[in-house]
C-alpha cells in the first residue's frame, strides 16, 4: 500500500477527528470538514451549539498544517499531522483548541517571554471480561512506582516506549501509578505548541497500542469509583529572550527563591481557580476525582513540595525551574486546558493580583484554603461564565461553546452513576 495521510485535529470534547487520506495528496496542505463538529456530543447528539452553525446549514471548516509537520506514524505506510482550523471565509476558527494556544502562546510573547511546557497524564488500563464488561487490567503485582511485569503482565507499555522512540516522541518516564492498574506517562519540556501537539499524538498512539493487546486504556478523570482519579497535570516555565529560564532565580527552587514572574502566575492561577475548573476539568465524571483530600487541585491555594496543593514549585532552580498545575484532567482538550492555565497566569503578572500565604495545612485533615472548585460540573460551568476576564482572555467564542455544550452534559448525565457514567466517557478519553 502507498503511503497514506491521517490529518487530524482534537476537538471541543478532546476527541480526536481527521481523515485518510491518499497519497497523492500528502503534498496538499489543508482539507476540510463539517464545522458542526462543535455541535456533536459524546453520544453523538448533534446541537445548535454557539459557533457549530448546526442551523445555518452546517458549513465547511478548513484544516491546514505546514508540510513540516508531517511525520512518520505508529501505523505501517501511514503519515500523522495535526493542523489549525479556519472557517470557510479562511478566517482562523475562534472554536479552534490548537489556534486558542497558539494566542496564549503570542500573548506571553508580547512580554519577550515564550512559554515552554511539560505534560504529565495518567491512565487506567481496563479490559474485557467474559461477559464483555470492561473491568480493571488485571495486574495483581502493580504497585505505586512498579515496574516490569508485575505492573504490567501483557508489557503493553515497552511496546508503547518503542513506540514512541521511532516516532520522536521524548519519553521522561513511564510507571504504575498508586491504584493498579494505573499508569502514568510523561513527556520532556518543550515549546509549548510542541510539547501539546506531542501529547496529543502520543496519547491517541498509546490508546491505540494498548487496543492492541486488549486494553481499554483511558485518561477519564474516574473510571473506578472505588479507585483514585487522573489528572493531568501541566507543567510551565518560560524562556526569556537570551533563551534562560526567567522562572529561576538561581540554582535553589521553591517558595522562597521565587521571583516577581513566579508570583504574578500564582496570582493568577489562584484568583481564576474556580473559573479554571469549568475549562479544564470539564466532564461531570472529573468532579468525582475533583474532591478534597485527594491530591487533585481542588483547593484554592499554592505551595512548595507539597502534592495536596493546586499549584505546586518546584524545588528545583536554574533551567529547571518551573510551576505545576495539577487541577487539570485529560478529558480536557489538552490545548485548551493548557492556553487557561497559561492564560490565568498571565493576567496575573499583569494586574499584579494578591497572592495569598502558602498552605501550612496536609491537605488531607487541615488546610488553611477555604475555597475550592465547584462540586460538580453545572457549578463549574457557571463559575467559568462569571469568570469574563478569563473567559474573553481564552476566548469568549470557544467559552461559549464551551458552557453550552457542558450545560448540555449536565442534563445528559444527571441520572448516571457507576458503570453507566463511566460508559457515557471511557471509548472517547
Given at each position: ?27 496538499d ?9 462543535f ?94 464488561r ?54 520532556t ?26 486494553i ?127 492564560q ?5 503578572f499583569?494586574k ?64 448516571l ?13
Amino acid at each position: 500500500m502507498k503511503t497514506r495521510l491521517r490529518a487530524l485535529f482534537c476537538d471541543h470534547l478532546s476527541i480526536m477527528r481527521g481523515k485518510y487520506l491518499p497519497h497523492s495528496k500528502i503534498g496538499d496542505d489543508s482539507t476540510r470538514f463539517c464545522r458542526s463538529v462543535f455541535g456533536t456530543h459524546y453520544d453523538r447528539d448533534l446541537l445548535d451549539a454557539p459557533g457549530s452553525l448546526v442551523k445555518q446549514g452546517l458549513p465547511d471548516m478548513e484544516l491546514r498544517w505546514r508540510h513540516d509537520d508531517i511525520r512518520d506514524s505508529w501505523h505501517a505506510s501511514t503519515k500523522i499531522v495535526l493542523g489549525d482550523l479556519y472557517d470557510d471565509e479562511g478566517a482562523k476558527l475562534p472554536l479552534c483548541p490548537r489556534g486558542t494556544l497558539k494566542r496564549a502562546v503570542a500573548d506571553w510573547q508580547k512580554h519577550g517571554l515564550t512559554p515552554k511546557v511539560g505534560i504529565e497524564l495518567e491512565a487506567f488500563a481496563l479490559q474485557a471480561d467474559d461477559n464483555g464488561r470492561l473491568v480493571p487490567y488485571d495486574a495483581p503485582g502493580g504497585v505505586v512506582y512498579g515496574t516490569g511485569p508485575f505492573a504490567d503482565p501483557l508489557r503493553f507499555n515497552d511496546r508503547i516506549w518503542a513506540m514512541a522512540d521511532e516516532m520522536g516522541f521524548s519519553l521522561e518516564m513511564i510507571t504504575a501509578e498508586f491504584d493498579s492498574p494505573q499508569f502514568e506517562y510523561v513527556l520532556t519540556f518543550g515549546d509549548a505548541v510542541k510539547a501539546v501537539d506531542d501529547i496529543v499524538l502520543f496519547r491517541l498512539m498509546a490508546r491505540e497500542i494498548a487496543l492492541e493487546y486488549g486494553i481499554v486504556l483511558t485518561f477519564m478523570p474516574k473510571p473506578i469509583p472505588e479507585a483514585g482519579g487522573s489528572g493531568m497535570h501541566v507543567n510551565f516555565s518560560f524562556a526569556d529572550q537570551a533563551g534562560g529560564n526567567a522562572l529561576s532565580s538561581g540554582p535553589r527552587g521553591g517558595p522562597e527563591h521565587m521571583n516577581d514572574l513566579a508570583r504574578g502566575c500564582l496570582s493568577g492561577m489562584i484568583h481564576h481557580h474556580k473559573g479554571l475548573a469549568g475549562l479544564i476539568a470539564p466532564t461531570a465524571n472529573s468532579y468525582m476525582r475533583l474532591q478534597p483530600g485527594s491530591l487533585s487541585g481542588y483547593w484554592q491555594n499554592w505551595g512548595g513540595d507539597h502534592r495536596n496543593v493546586t499549584t505546586r514549585i518546584s524545588s528545583e532552580g536554574g533551567a529547571k525551574a518551573r510551576l505545576e498545575h495539577r487541577m487539570a484532567d485529560a478529558s480536557a482538550n489538552p490545548y485548551t486546558a493548557t492556553a487557561a492555565v497559561l492564560q490565568a497566569a498571565r493576567l496575573g503578572f499583569e494586574k499584579g493580583y494578591e497572592l495569598p500565604p502558602m498552605e501550612t495545612g496536609d491537605g488531607f485533615d487541615r488546610t488553611d484554603a477555604r475555597e475550592g472548585t465547584a462540586i460538580d460540573l453545572k457549578g463549574a460551568a457557571a463559575d467559568l461564565q462569571r469568570d469574563t476576564v478569563l473567559t474573553e482572555a481564552v476566548g469568549a467564542e470557544l467559552v461559549a461553546n464551551h458552557v453550552y455544550m457542558k450545560q448540555k452534559e449536565v442534563r445528559k448525565t444527571r441520572d448516571l452513576e457507576g458503570d453507566g457514567l463511566r460508559d457515557f466517557y471511557v471509548h472517547f478519553v
